[in-house]
């Protein structure tokens, strides 16, 4: 499929729709990727004083409350800026 944009190559409605479908799906992976990254990187810094070949109790209790936490938050925050986006819309209407 060519999605080069050049003005002979037009995207009827149809394929324009799966096109940006399929973006939107990638850029979902990626976030939830790079989510999961900054998760790892900070919960590790946080919970994992001497690293080895497994966890003690105390280090896996904190992982756990870390990730959850984190979560939280990144779900607090979405909801925050997905309230603050429709206050935006509605005023420009």
Do not use: W
């Amino acid at each position: 499929m060519d999605y080069s944009g050049g003005s002979n190559a037009k995207l009827d409605p149809a394929k324009r729709d799966e096109f940006m479908n399929e973006v939107k799906q990638q850029l979902a992976i990626a976030s939830a990727q790079e989510l999961l990254q900054k998760m790892t990187n900070k919960c590790f810094k946080k919970c994992i004083t001497k690293p080895g070949t497994s966890l003690s109790n105390s280090e896996h209790k904190c992982v756990a409350m870390c990730m959850d936490r984190y979560i939280d938050t990144q779900n607090l925050v979405a909801q925050a800026f997905s309230s603050r986006l429709q206050q935006e819309m509605s005023r420009m209407q």
